[in-house]
Structures are given as C-alpha cells and as structure tokens.
C-alpha cells in the first residue's frame, strides 16, 4: 500500500511539473540593436592609442566591423633611459617616431551564446585592410617632427578575443585582446639607426566605449 502511494505521489508531481513547464517556456538570447559605434582606448607594447569604430550584427552570432586606429608602434630593441639631470626620457640611437594607423575591415562571432546570458556576450574576431605609418624624425620636438612627416604604406590585419558587458540596449562597453600584424611596402621603416622594419606585430588591450542603435 505505501509503494502503491508513493508511486501515485511521484506521478502526480511529474505531471504537474510538466504542466508547470510548459506554462513558463525557457527564454531565448537577449536581442540588441543591430547597430553600434564607438571609440577604442587602446594600451600596446609601443603605447597607448585611440580608435573608432561601426559593427553591424547580421545575426545573433555574427557581425560585421570597420574600425580605424592611431597608436605608437616602437622597435622592440628600443631601450629607454632617464636623464636625472635634465628630467627626461631618451632613446639611444632612435631616428624615427613611427605612428601605426591600420583601417580594418572584420568579422565578429559571438560564442557560447546559449550557455551565457546577455549581460556578458563574448566572441572571437578577424579583421584584414590597408595600413598607413607616419613616421617624424626623433631628434626634433613631438609636435614640430610633423614638419618632416613621411607617409608609408603596407597591408595588415588582426585577430582578437573580447566581450561585450552589461544588459542595456543603448550603451555599449566591452574590452578586447588583439594581435596585429603589419607587412609594409618598400624598404620599411627606421625606427633605430639603420635598423629597418618591414613586417612585424604586437599585441593591445582595448577598452570599447559606444552606443547601439
């Protein structure tokens, strides 16, 4: 008789569970606006730099980006020194200050969009375009090295990991690891005396401000 009333116990509670079920479905992922821009904060190994950028969602998972960049790219020989007497920072053998502006065009690709909910939207990325490098002579001041700026060319791209963070559907923050790699045209660029480089990467962290829409 009590095996007869527990089996009727645990029928009953399954056929309520079921009907409990179906009256409250699983939710789906979160849906954002399929429009967003905004600005990079970027920290690399040649030093900090600002972006802009536009990524357009064609689905759930996938994006499309186009973003601009400025930043320092440095020789990883360069050692810098502190001069007690003067107060400041120097380069030995330095010629150039070189300034990295890559324009890429990429693909975004949300992962684990099942498993996580939407105030945290990681994905995987690529992008590939045209790169220009302004390069100013060192030994001049910052801005006055503008004077005899020189205008090189190449192709590059990147690959990178990042997440968006947060559940609003207006402002859009998140932070992402890059590697870029660059392949300049002609005989590359000087940045140590007689010391040239023509291809070459580094990796940056950026920090992502913008707005959806």
């Known amino acids: 008789m009590k095996i007869k009333l527990i089996l009727l116990l645990l029928l009953s509670t399954q056929i309520y569970s079921q009907k409990i079920g179906k009256l409250a479905p699983e939710n789906g992922p979160e849906i954002f606006p399929p429009n967003s821009w905004g600005a990079d904060i970027m920290f690399g190994e040649g030093g900090f730099g600002l972006g802009i950028f536009y990524k357009k969602d064609f689905n759930i998972n996938l994006s499309g980006t186009l973003d601009f960049s400025i930043s320092e790219t440095k020789d990883e020989r360069e050692i810098d020194y502190y001069d007690p007497y003067w107060g400041t920072t ?9 300034f990295l502006m890559p324009l890429n065009a990429g693909l975004q ?10 105030n945290l939207r990681p994905y995987i990325s690529a992008g590939v375009g045209p790169t220009f490098i302004v390069t100013t002579p060192y030994e001049e001041e910052f801005f006055t090295a503008f004077k005899w700026a020189k205008m090189h060319y190449g192709v590059g791209g990147y690959i990178g990991l990042g997440g968006y963070f947060g559940d609003s559907k207006k402002n859009l ?8 790699y660059t392949s300049l045209f002609g005989n590359g660029i000087e940045n140590l005396i007689y010391q040239y480089r023509k291809s070459f990467g580094q990796f940056y962290i950026s920090l992502s401000i913008g707005t959806m829409f």
């Open 90 to 98: 120097f380069t030995p053998y330095k010629v150039n200050r070189a």
């Open 109 to 118: 690709y949300r992962i684990f969009t099942e498993s996580l909910t939407g």
């Open 173 to 180: 923050v998140g932070i992402n690891v890059r590697y870029y």
